[in-house]
C-alpha cells in the first residue's frame, strides 16, 4: 500500500497562482504514475493532470493554458502549478498514485483550494 500526503491548498484570489505538493511512501513501484484529480463542489471527481516516472504527462484541456504538472522521481514527489487561478477551480484536490497509466489505485485525503468568485 503506498501512502499519499499532500500539501498546499488554501484560499487564493482569482488571477493568483498556487502550488500543491504531493509525496508518496510506502510500496512504490519503480514505474507508476502520480497525479491530481479534484471534486468541485457539488460534482463528481475529474481529472486534473497525471505524470508517469517515465515521463508521459497528461493535462485537463480545462486547464492546460494554465496549470503544469511535474515530478522529483528521487523524492516520490508531484507538483501540481496553478496559475491564473478561477473559482470554477475550487474543489478538494486529490492526490493519486497507480501502477498502470489512468488507473488510480491509492487516494490522498484531498486538499481544498477556494477561488471565490
Known amino acids: 500500500q503506498v501512502q499519499l500526503v499532500e500539501s498546499g491548498g488554501g484560499l487564493v484570489q482569482p488571477g493568483e497562482s498556487l502550488t500543491l505538493s504531493c509525496t508518496a511512501s510506502g510500496r512504490i513501484s519503480s514505474i507508476n504514475t502520480m497525479g491530481w484529480y479534484r471534486q468541485p463542489p457539488g460534482k463528481v471527481r475529474e481529472l486534473v493532470a497525471l505524470a508517469a516516472s517515465f515521463g508521459r504527462t497528461n493535462i485537463a484541456d480545462a486547464v492546460k493554458d494554465r496549470f503544469a504538472i511535474s515530478r522529483d522521481n528521487a523524492r516520490n514527489t508531484v507538483l501540481l502549478q496553478m496559475s491564473n487561478l478561477k473559482p470554477e477551480d475550487t474543489g478538494v484536490y486529490y492526490c493519486?498514485?497507480?501502477?498502470?497509466?489512468?488507473?488510480?489505485?491509492?487516494w490522498g485525503q484531498g486538499t481544498q483550494v477556494t477561488v471565490p468568485a
Open positions: 493519486n498514485y497507480g501502477i498502470r497509466w489512468g488507473e488510480p489505485s491509492d
